[in-house]
């Protein structure tokens, strides 16, 4: 935590316990306390919060292969790409904050998918490796009236079954076209590397939830 005052850093485990957790334990001359300024999440979780977004690739799933956890690396590995899929994350990675290459990058990635067998492939990454505790966290604030769901620059196969196991209110992600059973080499690009902001935005809005009161 952070004094307002004297811009100063202290462990909370410190603190008296009949300080309230607005002061610091930094006493100036003649007593005087310092103001605490809380870390944004706290401070958001004081003021109220009735929408809690959660990311998924990294955070809620951590697929141990893949140099970024992410769904797109386990569905590309399982399917037997992984040579050819890390040379174009090697490749458009570095540029991926331009649009039109982000957008090259998604193309790429369904295209080389095309004809894969969709159950082939979730019987190898399924069950995901989930963070300890998810569904335990996601039934908590839904006990307090919270809205919870997903925005993610991940994959829908993923995360429809996350919305699943949360039951989740929404899930925005990427999608993958699939007909009869195997991918069509096609998709949806829901969310890109730089628009997961405006994504968050628009969630707030069709829930009529002021952004103050969501956390991401």
Not at 22 to 37: D, E, Q, S, T, V
Not at 137 to 155: D, E, P, R
Request: aromatic fraction near 12%; include cysteine.
């Amino acid at each position: 935590p952070l004094c307002t005052y004297c811009r100063s850093h202290f462990p909370v485990r410190d603190t008296p316990l009949w300080l309230s957790k607005w002061y610091c334990i930094g006493f100036r001359p003649y007593g005087a306390m310092h103001i605490l300024k809380l870390p944004p999440a706290e401070q958001a979780m004081k003021n109220g919060v009735d929408l809690v977004i959660l990311d998924m690739d990294g955070t809620i799933v951590k697929y141990e292969q893949s140099t970024f956890h992410s769904s797109w690396d386990a569905i590309g590995y399982a399917a037997g790409l992984q040579e050819e899929w890390d040379k174009l994350t090697e490749f458009y990675y570095p540029k991926a904050k331009d649009p039109e290459m982000y957008r090259q990058w998604f193309d790429k990635n369904c295209e080389m998918l095309k004809g894969k067998d969709i159950t082939a492939i979730a019987e190898k990454i399924f069950p995901p490796p989930i963070t300890a505790g998810y569904e335990e966290f996601c039934t908590h604030l839904q006990q307090q009236g919270k809205v919870v769901g997903i925005v993610s620059g991940g994959v829908d196969l993923v995360g429809n079954y996350l919305q699943r196991s949360g039951s989740l209110a929404f899930v925005v992600c990427n999608i993958l076209h699939v007909e009869e059973g195997r991918f069509t080499g096609t998709g949806e690009m829901v969310s890109n590397h730089t628009g997961k902001g405006e994504l968050v935005r628009k969630v707030c809005a069709d829930y009529g939830i002021s952004s103050r009161r969501a956390a991401y």
